[in-house]
């Protein structure tokens, strides 16, 4: 029979009992007694806490917080270089290499007094397939790319240089070679239209041309000297000036001046030439006889 039954007739009874004459013995209060049973009987019975419950919750918490350190480990953290290694290839509006370009690279380096400053830091000049000589260890900065036909002399109007303004970001994603377009006239449309031109002429052993033969060249002569005993003076610990550039598919390097008053143009000026391919060196002398001089050199 239910507990609270019990403890009702065992009440009825005690009252029956009080009316009757007949209590509980002395010192003891039945009803008391009988409350305390249906209290008892009336709370909820709690659950055992268990040490393998408390190491449950325990490894649970554990198990999260190594969730979340393991996918923290997991993810990437991206490494932002401190210098970069680029080619810039130079291509005219159709998309073809256009070989002979000079590009100036400059690299920001602002001041407080001039926020705007850029500083030339490497150069080089794009041979056959529009590509420079690698720039290498260039800072990560935004930066200022200088073009120009060097192949004339004194920086003519038709090879005015164009500039651009380009971010790492857009060379780091370029794999290595950063793509430039070159909107002027080729260096050889160029230096053809020029009154004065020096051609250096590069063939194998067989007279074959040899097309992307790296030429330099420096002033080796003067005519104002000759007879006078003088002679073009270089310091010995210094590098001569050089120019020069790369042979186009007929085995030809065009060095122009843009007019016939250009000094270096004159009759009689020299120019000491060195054709270099594939660990294959040839070397000669240009005087400058009349507005179109060519020299050919021999690489074998």
């Known amino acids: 029979m239910d507990m609270k039954k019990i403890a009702i007739l065992l009440l009825s009874g005690t009252l029956l009992l009080s009316l009757t004459g007949c209590g509980a ?49 997991s993810t990437p953290v991206p490494v932002v270089p401190q210098t970069m ?26 001041t407080e ?12 000049q794009s041979n056959q397939e529009g590509l420079t000589p690698l720039f290498a260890d260039v800072p990560v900065e935004k930066m200022r790319l200088e073009m120009s036909n060097r192949s004339i002399s004194h920086y003519a109007e038709s090879g005015r240089e164009e500039e651009i303004y380009i971010s790492a970001e857009e060379v780091l994603a370029s ?23 020096m ?44 120019a020069g550039g790369w042979t186009d598919a007929d085995g030809r390097y065009f060095y122009a001046f843009p007019d016939e008053s250009s000094e270096h143009g004159r009759d009689g000026w020299g120019y000491y030439a060195t054709a270099t391919l594939d660990g294959k060196t040839a070397e000669g002398e240009l005087i400058v006889d009349g507005g179109y001089t060519e020299l050919t050199l021999v690489l074998e």
């Open 85 to 110: 290694d680029f080619r810039c290839k130079v291509v005219d509006e159709e998309g073809n290499p256009a070989p002979n370009i000079m590009v100036v690279l400059f690299s920001y380096a602002p």
């Open 199 to 242: 051609v250096f002429r590069v063939v194998d052993g067989e007279g074959n041309p040899v097309p992307n033969a790296d030429i330099t060249f420096y002033c080796s002569r003067n005519p104002a000297f000759e007879g006078t005993g003088k002679e073009i003076e270089t310091d010995p610990n210094e590098p001569k000036l050089t």
């Open 175 to 197: 794999d290595g070679i950063y793509t430039i377009v070159w909107h002027g006239e080729s260096y050889r449309e160029a230096s053809e239209k020029c009154p004065v031109q």
């Open 113 to 124: 007094v001039q926020p705007d400053l850029y500083d030339m830091f490497t150069s080089g």
């Open 25 to 73: 013995p002395e010192g003891e209060d039945l009803s008391s007694s009988i409350a305390s049973v249906v209290s008892e009987e009336s709370e909820p019975e709690e659950a055992p806490s268990t040490a393998l419950d408390e190491g449950s919750s325990t490894e649970s918490a554990d198990s999260k917080a190594e969730t979340t350190s393991s996918e923290a480990a």
